[in-house]
Nanobody
Framework: VQLVESGGGSVQAGGSLRLSCAVS????????MSWHRQAPGKEREWVST???????DYADSVKGRFTITRDDAKNTLYLQMSDLKLEDTAMYTC???????????WGQGTQVTVSS
């Protein structure tokens, strides 16, 4: 299983970006997916999760600004980011986890840089 993120880039504060995470290969499991980010000098932090049921959760720091969705027909996870802030600058990475197991897969990440 491979995960490849795209859609990162540089944007001014207040702007928007949509990240994508394309999944290839057969997971052979029921899975959920999530976005995580790591800013320079900081630990990686969880951003958002979408479960196999479609239910979602968000970190308080992005709630109301970010929206996570998944298109299972396209095997793609998305993160729509709006009203971006300087503190959203980070490497964003997607993860796929198999429900009820310890199996998980990570992408390589896509950089998001927000400037004033």
């Amino acid at each position: 299983v491979q995960l490849v993120e795209s859609g990162g880039g540089s944007v001014q504060a207040g702007g928007s970006l949509r990240l994508s995470c394309a999944v290839s290969g057969d997971t052979h499991c029921i899975y959920g997916m999530s976005w995580h980010r790591q800013a320079p000098g900081k630990e990686r932090e969880w951003v958002s999760t979408i479960r196999s049921s479609g239910s979602t959760d968000y970190a308080d720091s992005v709630k109301g600004r970010f929206t996570i969705t998944r298109d299972d027909a396209k095997n793609t996870l998305y993160l729509q980011m709006s009203d971006l802030k300087l503190e959203d600058t980070a490497m964003y990475t997607c993860k796929l986890y198999c429900v009820g197991t310890l199996t998980q897969y990570w992408g390589q990440g896509t950089q998001v840089t927000v400037s004033s």
